[in-house]
């Protein structure tokens, strides 16, 4: 059902059903690439063709056909991709250019260029491209953990592939644990030997070969996470295919939906899991008392500011919420009024909103509906199967 510019008019209804979430994201990137590295690639099976899941498929051929020039990696608006693969394309090719779409190459790099100029690597910015060229050597490299664990795990890949040991110094606590937790799992499958202190320091054996094998990609948590916050809502929906003992740390969903099912004042600590604030925030904007949702500082640099993003469309539909430059405080209401959302280009704020509109007054009508195929593009199908409501706007 995916196309350009989709608007959707979604009428109050009651979703009722099983509902399987399409593989997850995290997981899959992290597959391909090992499976990339490896010198006989296995199979992975269950890969769901989002748009960055094409995206990384996209630039890991890239790096194999383009090996000997520069390659160009077209990097779409996956986060992923671009920052899994800068100190890879280093460690193979000594060097790639980078480019992407929407707010992507706006993102911040600054912890790979903390480390570029302390390395002798070069970098240049221009016109939306990312060039970098070097060699990346063997030592010690530096990391502060209140940012973006993608840059732990981009150097977890990249650093077995050289010459000579390695370590990760984490000069701060290590936000997002168990974003790298899976990155060391999935290392471990194709045997590349990681030691963890704690998370504060990662030992890394140079010289190191990724070993293929066959992997079968588990159901997304993050993307689970709006079905669940659907059922918070009142919805008779059966979530299916999870892994209970999963790596991705989105599974705390379970756990905080029962914490806010309790009564009264609740606060939540999201640094872990920040993709998880726009279902958590459906959930809070339906509890008859305050939630905070705090430490969440890195949702202003997502596909949108997602921070703003989720007061601005909670707001429209008249559910008070304050916001802090790290937090939001959600006062839950009743009854949302029938009203115009916009998906801020940000697939996990249309699905916000789809769940959010079923129990509106009114109409509701969403712009931007076919953000989802970034990370679901089956979600309107699934929620259309499920008793949701909607008609397309055309003209």
């Not at 510019?5 to 009722?16: A, E, K, R």
């Amino acid at each position: 059902m995916q196309n350009c510019n989709m608007d959707f008019i979604i009428h109050p209804s009651n979703l009722h059903g099983t509902v399987t979430p399409p593989p997850s994201k995290s997981q899959a990137h992290r597959a391909i690439l090992a499976q990339a590295l490896s010198s006989n690639p296995g199979r992975i099976d269950n890969l769901s063709p989002s748009q960055d899941i094409e995206a990384t498929l996209r630039c890991v051929d890239a790096l194999r056909t383009q090996a000997h020039s520069l390659p160009l990696l077209d990097c779409g608006e996956s986060g992923s991709t671009l920052r899994f693969l800068i100190p890879v394309a280093l460690a193979l090719c000594h060097g790639a250019r980078f480019t992407g779409h929407g707010r992507l190459m706006e993102r911040p790099q600054k912890p790979y260029f903390d480390i570029f100029d302390e390395k002798g690597i070069l970098f240049r910015f221009e016109d939306g491209v990312l060039t970098i060229r070097g060699a990346l050597p063997a030592g010690t490299y530096r990391l502060p953990g209140n940012v973006s664990s993608q840059f732990v795990t981009g150097l977890l890949y990249a650093l077995p592939l050289i010459a000579g040991d390695s370590e990760i110094l984490m000069t701060s606590a290590l936000e997002s644990r168990d974003y790298v937790t899976m990155t060391l799992d999935m290392l471990e499958k194709f045997n590349i030997q990681v030691e963890n202190h704690n998370y504060s320091r990662f030992s890394i054996p140079g010289g190191q070969r990724y070993c293929s094998r066959d992997l079968r990609i588990e159901a997304d948590w993050s993307q689970a996470a709006f079905w669940y916050a659907a059922r918070a809502l009142g919805h008779s929906l059966e979530v299916d295919g999870m892994n209970p003992v999963s790596a991705q740390g989105d599974r705390v969903i379970e756990a905080q939906y029962q914490m806010l099912s309790r009564p009264g004042e609740c606060t939540i600590d999201v640094s872990g899991c920040p993709d998880l604030v726009p279902p958590l925030a459906a959930i809070a904007s339906f509890r008859q008392s305050t939630t905070h949702l705090t430490n969440a500082a890195r949702l202003r640099l997502k596909e949108s500011d997602r921070l703003s993003a989720v007061r601005e469309e909670l707001c429209k539909l008249g559910v008070p919420v304050d916001e802090t430059p790290d937090s939001l405080t959600i006062h839950g209401i009743q009854r949302l009024q029938s009203t115009q959302l916009d998906s801020h280009n940000d697939h996990r704020i249309v699905m916000m909103a789809a769940i959010l509109a079923t129990r509106a007054s009114g109409p509701v009508t969403l712009r931007g509906a076919e953000s989802v195929a970034k990370s679901y593009p089956s979600f309107w199908d699934d929620y259309k199967r499920l008793g949701g409501k909607m008609e397309e706007v055309t003209g």
